[in-house]
Every structure is written in structure tokens, then in C-alpha cells.
């Protein structure tokens, strides 16, 4: 019962976000929509910023869980980065466009998606080691420090979220789909243009 309610109130601030935006809504709103008392949120939630946190870890966690079921896949190293960066794109792009003026926030606000990124940032490297170090361990890569380049690749996926979101990148004549391809391309082959 408790963590049903809990994420009841998860879910219906989502909503209201989406819809009113974060500033436009409160906690009294949150309660009511929920069809609960206003003392029974704050038995759960301090804040308001505690609830937004809270929405943005569940979206986190339905990220995480697509990636944690390529990990699990049965393709070879490279086809599963592949599929890594397909995923991550798609599933951060419907995530933003799903929580309509939360998307606004997210472009705007840099503090905010940093702050969702603190929530991602280990585990999505934690991930993107195991799928390094099974490429290592089967003689498809070659990487002297796991640790290192999975941070690195966290980091430049992170680092093209909003333009892919936004599209941006069509504006001088790359797909999304190129887009993809070719981060995969240079993370897998650098720039040399010699595949391993």
C-alpha cells in the first residue's frame, strides 16, 4: 500500500508537469489529483523539488531498464553498443517528448539535466564497462582502460541528448539516424577509418 501510493503521487505529478509545468504546480495540486489528502503527500514527500526528483528518477529507471535488456541480449560486442546508442537516443527523445512541459524545462534549465544526469551518469557507466569489457574479454575490443573510455562515452552521449531531442543536427544536414550511425562508428572504429 505505501509504495503504491507513493508512486501513485509519482505518476499523477508526471502528469501534472507535463501538462502545467513544474512551476505551475503544487503540492496541493498533486494531492488532490491523486485523490488524497494534502498531509498524506508530505508523509512521502518533503517538497515539491523532492517529488520532481522523484519523477525524474522513474524516468531514469525506465531508461536503465531498456539498456539493462540489451546488455542481456545475445549479440556480439559491437552489434550490442550498436543497439546501446539506438536505445539510449530513442528512449531519452520519447521520455523528454512525453512530459510536455517538463520538455521546456529540460531545454531551458541546465541545472535540471545535470541534476537528472547525477541520477544516470554511474549506472550508465557501470553498463557501458560491462559491455567494454565483454568486447575485451572476446577479443573484438581493444581498450587499455575500461573505465576511462566507458566514462568517456557516457559523457558524449549525454553531451548530444538535447541536440537530438531538438533535432538540431538536421539543420546542418544530419539525421538522427546518420547521427547514431556515425557515434557509433567513430566510438567503435575512431577516426582512422580502419576497422579492428
Request: with cysteine; proline share 1%; charged share 35%.
Amino acid at each position: 500500500m505505501v509504495s503504491k501510493t507513493r508512486e501513485r503521487f509519482i505518476e499523477v505529478a508526471r502528469q501534472l508537469f507535463a501538462r502545467k509545468g513544474v512551476e505551475n504546480t503544487t503540492m496541493n495540486d498533486i494531492a488532490s489529483a491523486s485523490s488524497k489528502g494534502r498531509r498524506t503527500i508530505y508523509t512521502y514527500f518533503k517538497s515539491k523539488r523532492e517529488i520532481f526528483n522523484a519523477v525524474i528518477a522513474s524516468e531514469t529507471e525506465e531508461l536503465l531498464g531498456r539498456l539493462k535488456k540489451i546488455i542481456d541480449l545475445e549479440l556480439n560486442p559491437v552489434d550490442k553498443l550498436k543497439k546501446y546508442i539506438d536505445c539510449r537516443f530513442e528512449t531519452m527523445s520519447e521520455i523528454v517528448s512525453r512530459n510536455g512541459s517538463l520538455r521546456a524545462g529540460f531545454f531551458r534549465d541546465v541545472r535540471k539535466v545535470d541534476r537528472a544526469r547525477k541520477l544516470i551518469t554511474e549506472k550508465e557507466w557501470l553498463l557501458l564497462k560491462e559491455i567494454l569489457e565483454e568486447g575485451v574479454r572476446k577479443g573484438v575490443f581493444h581498450v587499455d582502460d575500461i573505465d576511462g573510455v566507458a566514462l568517456v562515452i557516457t559523457h558524449t552521449l549525454h553531451g548530444l541528448d538535447v541536440p537530438y531531442v531538438r533535432d538540431n543536427i538536421s539543420k546542418e544536414g544530419v539525421t538522427q539516424e546518420q547521427l547514431k550511425r556515425q557515434i557509433s562508428s567513430l566510438i567503435l572504429y575512431g577516426i582512422t577509418g580502419k576497422e579492428k
